[in-house]
T-cell receptor, first 112, second 111 residues
Framework: SQTIHQWPATLVQPVGSPLSLECTVE??????LYWYRQAAGRGLQLLFY??????ISSEVPQNLSASRPQDRQFILSSKKLLLSDSGFYLC???????????FGNGTRLTVT | QQPVQSPQAVILREGEDAVINCSSS?????VHWYRQKHGEAPVFLMI?????EQKGHEKISASFNEKKQQSSLYLTASQLSYSGTYFC????????????FGKGTRLHILP
């Protein structure tokens, strides 16, 4: 079964600082990878989606970007964080076809 | 297009039943259901596929009416452990369609 490793678990960053969140997947090859964001008490907003190395689909225009340098590695970045970037960031993975999403434990980001 | 979930929140006493609804404005290929405890990642409950079906998982079951583009999650004889936020995620018929989640339904079970 798939295991999603996501770090760090919590992060406090000042406005204007850069961001790098990393996610790695074990137990499957060529997964579909996702970054979701959840604001406090809100739903799951899809940010980025990837079906393969270097293939990134952006769902919401913002100051965040994503990269997939390896098959099972997905990175979320920002050059300058905004207060509105605060939230709970979740990396998820699924296999080709109809399959459940497996989520990492998430990163709680607070921008101060 | 984000699916619409109802109700937004519900409070039950242990042993009572609940129904959570999810509807979409576009044709669906699949509907996913997840439960999230506070501060934790969502946990997969079940997937329902186009073709109209029902699935069960312990005392939690779901139905999918593809003609109405609706799914319902049924929680029978609720337990304290059922508390959390329930999300439906929908996937369209397009090859590039991704799983889009509704805003969630908060369920609180009282002893």
């Amino acid at each position: 079964s798939q295991t999603i490793h996501q770090w760090p678990a919590t992060l406090v960053q000042p406005v204007g600082s850069p961001l790098s969140l990393e996610c790695t997947v074990e137990g499957t090859s060529n997964p579909n990878l996702y970054w979701y964001r959840q604001a406090a008490g809100r739903g799951l907003q899809l940010l980025f989606y990837s079906v393969g190395i270097g293939q990134i689909s952006s769902e919401v225009p913002q100051n965040l970007s994503a990269s997939r340098p390896q098959d099972r590695q997905f990175i979320l970045s920002s050059k300058k964080l905004l207060l509105s970037d605060s939230g709970f960031y979740l990396c998820a993975s699924s296999t080709i076809g109809v399959s459940p999403l497996h989520f990492g434990n998430g990163t709680r980001l607070t921008v101060t | 297009q984000q699916p619409v979930q109802s109700p937004q929140a519900v409070i039950l006493r242990e042993g009572e039943d609940a129904v959570i609804n999810c509807s979409s404005s576009k044709a669906l290929y699949s509907v996913h259901w997840y439960r999230q405890k506070h501060g934790e990642a969502p946990v997969f409950l079940m997937i329902l596929l186009k073709g109209g079906e029902q699935k069960g998982h312990e005392k939690i079951s779901a139905s999918f009416n593809e003609k109405k583009q609706q799914s319902s999650l049924y929680l029978t004889a609720s337990q304290l452990s059922y508390s959390g936020t329930y999300f439906c995620g929908t996937e369209g018929l397009g090859r590039d369609d991704k799983i889009i989640f509704g805003k969630g339904t908060r369920l609180h079970i009282l002893p």
